[in-house]
């Protein structure tokens, strides 16, 4: 029998285990979804994000194609020899789409972009998994990182290929790159 609960009341109960807030990271969202931003015009986005990584080294944080994000979450456990891989790049997008929103929710961007592509919820996403391996990093071999790519641009005019030329990808030897579902169970 299928529990009556939602299941982002498991995620929360998940992620407070953690030592991370859901209700702060699901207001974040909220906030960037309000207040969109178009392409390389991310610029209170990027603040925002940034917010939640102050005490990660300077030297681990760059800034690219004027709006991007790259920051490098190195692990602080002893060093492995064990797989080749030693960097992987998680990506998620930053930028609204140049329309008005008429959903009527609470929080309906008041500007004139809107994150009807869920980017917002990407971006909750990729800060969670970033405060959840920053808070484990001792727990990940001194001799791997994962770069967390804030990638703007991404509905035009294109803004992987700037953060390509700018060095995001430096070092790297896996990236992934996800997309949310809004047709899933609440």
Known sequence: MESSTPIWHKHKEILTEAGIDFDDIEKTRKHIHQNAEGEF????????ILEYFTDVDKDDIKELATTGLTIDIKGTAPPTDEGECNVIALRADMDGLPMKEETGLDYASVTEYAHMCG???????LITTGLFLKNHRNKI??????????????????GAEPMIKEGCLE?????????????GPE
């Open 41 to 48: 015009k991310e610029f209170n986005t990027k603040a925002k």
């Open 171 to 183: 070092g790297v030897d896996e990236i992934y790159g996800y997309h949310s579902s809004p047709f």
């Open 141 to 158: 071999p001194s001799n791997k990182t994962v770069r967390l790519l804030f990638q703007p641009a991404e509905e035009g005019p294109g």
């Open 119 to 125: 980017h917002d919820g990407h971006m909750a996403i």
